[in-house]
């Protein structure tokens, strides 16, 4: 979408000449003769640069920049003032009054372009930048969302329903203890019934576990980490090394749940996919980065387009990272297993330490 450039002067001949010099750049170009009139068609246009000519019958350059500068949808337009005046107090005056940049008349053809083209392409910067900091912003506010409503299912699950069927267990017992000895087919299906029991609860367990475990409330990012890693090499018989660095601080909870989510995802990949007999797992940081590192000695694969499309899973973590401003590193060789790497800059995300 080409910039749009607001022309304001009240000479035609300085119009025609203006228009003349940008034409051949690719901007869309509109004029106003008059302050009242720049006003309402910024108000209208919302232009990328306005260039905006000082000495005008009315309403001055100066007192439209204030204008302009008071309108909140418009604050933020650069403003290049083109004045006659040479001279330091009306510069001093252009500052005051909001301008970003000055020219004088006659204005040099080569100059203006590159002061309009450099400003222009300031300013794409900087919205670009604010959008991507609101993206972001708006991308871990959904994260946290969704860990809030994971933490109250899990709490749910792990309370209300594990309370509810280990009473149900309860009764059970008793009632197979009521039971003549006698019995022997009653007591044998209440056995039953209490083993079915005993395993519907540790799986309502697993699954409070996976969608929130609680020890990362309560005992942290380390803590938990190094519990699933024991507790998935118990239960798939696949050894893993766990290093964690000493000097890793407490992180923010929506960094502590992507490291954790991290962690669980890639796991289940190499167990799904690796053929591996041996995973590393280590955490660190440096002076900007907190970095997950996964590596077996699995089969690996070739990296190519239709990895993901395999089964492969990279494109969730991929996902999961650029909600919140990382990247992920994949190295893999067919025979030579596979290293994911997760990167997640440090910025606000360290809590303070008390």
């Given at each position: 979408?080409?910039?749009?450039?607001?022309?304001?002067?009240?000479?035609?001949?300085?119009?025609?000449?203006?228009?003349?010099?940008?034409?051949?750049?690719?901007?869309?170009?509109?004029?106003?003769?008059?302050?009242?009139?720049?006003?309402?068609?910024?108000?209208?246009?919302?232009?990328?640069?306005?260039?905006?000519?000082?000495?005008?019958?009315?309403?001055?350059?100066?007192?439209?920049?204030?204008?302009?500068?008071?309108?909140?949808?418009?604050?933020?337009?650069?403003?290049?003032?083109?004045?006659?005046?040479?001279?330091?107090?009306?510069?001093?005056?252009?500052?005051?009054?909001?301008?970003?940049?000055?020219?004088?008349?006659?204005?040099?053809?080569?100059?203006?372009?590159?002061?309009?083209?450099?400003?222009?392409?300031?300013?794409?910067?900087?919205?670009?930048?604010?959008?991507?900091?609101?993206?972001?912003?708006?991308?871990?506010?959904?994260?946290?969302?969704?860990?809030?409503?994971?933490?109250?299912?899990?709490?749910?699950?792990?309370?209300?329903?594990?309370?509810?069927?280990?009473?149900?267990?309860?009764?059970?017992?008793?009632?197979?203890?009521?039971?003549?000895?006698?019995?022997?087919?009653?007591?044998?299906?209440?056995?039953?019934?209490?083993?079915?029991?005993?395993?519907?609860?540790?799986?309502?367990?697993?699954?409070?576990?996976?969608?929130?475990?609680?020890?990362?409330?309560?005992l942290g990012l380390?803590t938990t980490l190094?519990?699933?890693?024991?507790?998935?090499?118990?239960?798939?018989?696949?050894?893993?090394?766990?290093?964690?660095?000493?000097?890793?601080?407490?992180?923010?909870?929506?960094?502590?749940?992507?490291?954790?989510?991290?962690?669980?995802?890639?796991?289940?990949?190499?167990?799904?996919?690796?053929?591996?007999?041996?995973?590393?797992?280590?955490?660190?940081?440096?002076?900007?980065?907190?970095?997950?590192?996964?590596?077996?000695?699995?089969?690996?694969?070739?990296?190519?387009?239709?990895?993901?499309?395999?089964?492969?899973?990279?494109?969730?973590?991929?996902?999961?990272?650029?909600?919140?401003?990382?990247?992920?590193?994949?190295?893999?060789?067919?025979?030579k297993g596979t290293?994911?790497?997760?990167?997640?800059?440090?910025?606000?995300?360290?809590?303070?330490?008390?």
């Amino acid at each position: 979408m080409n910039s749009k450039v607001l022309i304001v002067d009240d000479e035609p001949t300085a119009l025609a000449t203006l228009e003349a010099i940008l034409t051949g750049d690719g901007y869309q170009l509109e004029f106003a003769s008059n302050g009242n009139l720049a006003i309402e068609k910024a108000e209208q246009l919302l232009p990328d640069l306005i260039l905006l000519d000082v000495m005008m019958p009315g309403m001055n350059g100066f007192e439209v920049c204030q204008r302009l500068r008071a309108t909140p949808k418009l604050a933020e337009v650069p403003i290049i003032i083109l004045t006659a005046l040479d001279d330091r107090s009306s510069r001093l005056q252009g500052i005051e009054a909001g301008a970003d940049d000055f020219l004088i008349k006659p204005v040099d053809r080569q100059e203006l372009r590159l002061r309009v083209g450099t400003i222009l392409r300031l300013d794409r910067y900087r919205t670009l930048s604010i959008q991507r900091e609101n993206l972001r912003k708006m991308a871990e506010h959904v994260v946290n969302a969704q860990e809030q409503e994971r933490k109250r299912l899990s709490r749910e699950l792990h309370d209300d329903l594990g309370q509810a069927l280990i009473a149900h267990m309860l009764r059970l017992q008793n009632l197979r203890a009521e039971i003549s000895r006698q019995d022997e087919l009653i007591n044998k299906e209440l056995d039953g019934l209490i083993a079915d029991t005993n395993q519907t609860i540790g799986k309502m367990r697993q699954l409070a576990q996976d969608i929130r475990p609680t020890m990362l409330d309560t005992l942290g990012l380390k803590t938990t980490l190094q519990n699933h890693c024991r507790e998935y090499s118990i239960r798939t018989g696949l050894p893993i090394t766990l290093e964690i660095d000493e000097k890793l601080p407490e992180l923010s909870d929506i960094y502590s749940i992507t490291l954790y989510r991290l962690l669980q995802e890639t796991l289940t990949n190499v167990i799904k996919h690796s053929k591996a007999n041996h995973i590393w797992v280590d955490l660190t940081m440096d002076e900007q980065e907190i970095i997950l590192t996964v590596q077996d000695n699995g089969q690996g694969f070739i990296m190519d387009e239709t990895t993901t499309a395999k089964g492969i899973g990279l494109t969730g973590l991929h996902e999961r990272l650029l909600l919140v401003g990382g990247n992920l590193l994949v190295t893999s060789a067919h025979g030579k297993g596979t290293i994911i790497s997760a990167h997640l800059p440090i910025e606000m995300h360290v809590k303070e330490q008390t």
